[in-house]
């Protein structure tokens, strides 16, 4: 079946430092991918998203990319800041497994803390 | 825009008591969803509904009933509660899906111990 894996936390970072958070995937079809951020005491946000190989998604100065043969789409932010500190969700929709259901599967989630 | 609201925000039940998870959504999407997420798990799917009327069970739904008698609203039952079931609770929602890349909307979670 359909998996995320991504890279165990925390992350602890100063401000202003390169952020890179690993996800992989396993799929049945061609999956759309998703990048969700949890901040403390709320639901998740979409934070950007990539529907077909070789798509960059980008939002509020994060960016990744979706690797087809590397099954990859690693988040990455040149400079974060104190406010970036969250939950970081990878999450997949394949239909080919899921139907017209739209269903997701996440990865365990990724702490990041920020310092000043 | 209120987006998706789920009610309560905390919970304390006992053993064995019964309660509903309440979840509305004003944004007129068919689907909708109900996920637990337990420390370290990420989020595990209970139940989902492709529109009123319809539901289906999800990864993880033993313990918990939905039904959807309208597009807004998709309230989770849990009938005899269990320590097991002690967890946050988020409700989603989202579009019909057109090739898979329909983001899901989270309410803020309902978060729910079992003692």
């Known amino acids: 079946g359909n998996s995320v894996t991504q890279m165990e936390g925390p992350v602890t970072l100063s401000e202003e430092a390169f952020l890179t958070i690993n996800c992989t995937y396993t799929a049945t079809g061609y999956p759309s991918l998703f990048w969700y951020v949890q901040y403390p005491g709320e639901g998740l946000q979409l934070l950007l998203k990539?529907?077909?190989?070789?798509d960059k998604g980008s939002n509020k100065g994060f960016e990744a990319t979706y690797r087809k043969e590397t099954t990859s789409f690693h988040l990455e932010k040149g400079s974060v800041q104190v406010s970036d500190s969250a939950v970081y969700f990878c999450a997949l929709s394949d239909p080919l497994e899921g139907g017209a259901t739209n269903k997701l599967i996440f990865g365990t989630g990724t702490l990041l803390a920020v310092q000043p | 825009n209120a987006g998706v609201t789920q009610t309560p925000k905390f919970r304390i039940l006992k053993i064995g008591q019964s309660m509903t998870l309440q979840c509305t959504q004003d944004?007129?999407?068919?689907?909708m969803y109900w996920y637990r997420q337990d420390p370290g798990m990420g989020l595990k799917l209970i139940y989902y509904?492709?529109?009123?009327?319809?539901?289906d069970k999800g990864e993880v739904p033993n313990g918990y009933n939905v039904s959807r008698s309208t597009t807004e609203d998709f309230p989770l039952r849990l009938e005899l509660a269990a320590p097991s079931q002690t967890s946050v609770y988020f409700c989603a929602s989202s579009y019909p899906v057109t090739g898979g890349n329909q983001p899901q909307h989270f309410g803020d979670g309902t978060r729910l111990s079992i003692l």
């Open positions: 990539a529907t077909k190989a070789d």
């Open positions: 944004m007129n999407h068919n689907y």
């Open positions: 509904s492709v529109g009123a009327g319809i539901t």
